[in-house]
């Protein structure tokens, strides 16, 4: 019965399962074992970020324009019915 104190018991260490042990035959591929080259997905479109901000700036513009316009109609009708 181990006492609380006592630190646990550690297994010795064993041969990593990584090495092959002499016994093993060696790792060769058969001829009908498909080719291991990874196949290529299809591309995807990425936009060019200078486009993106391109697009940005001209849908800024166009909403800053909107809003001149209508601030300076309704700047037109208070001043006429006054």
């Known amino acids: 019965v181990p006492k609380p104190t006592d630190p646990p018991s550690v297994p010795k ?3 990593p399962p990584s090495v092959p042990k002499p016994t093993d035959p060696p790792s060769v591929p058969k001829p009908t074992d498909p080719p291991s080259v990874p196949q290529p997905t ?6 060019e970020p200078t486009s993106v901000l391109g697009l940005l700036a001209i849908g800024v513009l166009g ?3 909107q809003l001149n316009k209508h601030k300076q109609k309704c700047e037109g009708t208070s001043k006429t019915q006054s």
């Open 63 to 65: 909403v800053r324009s």
């Open 42 to 47: 299809d591309p995807t479109s990425v936009p």
């Open 13 to 15: 260490p064993t041969d």
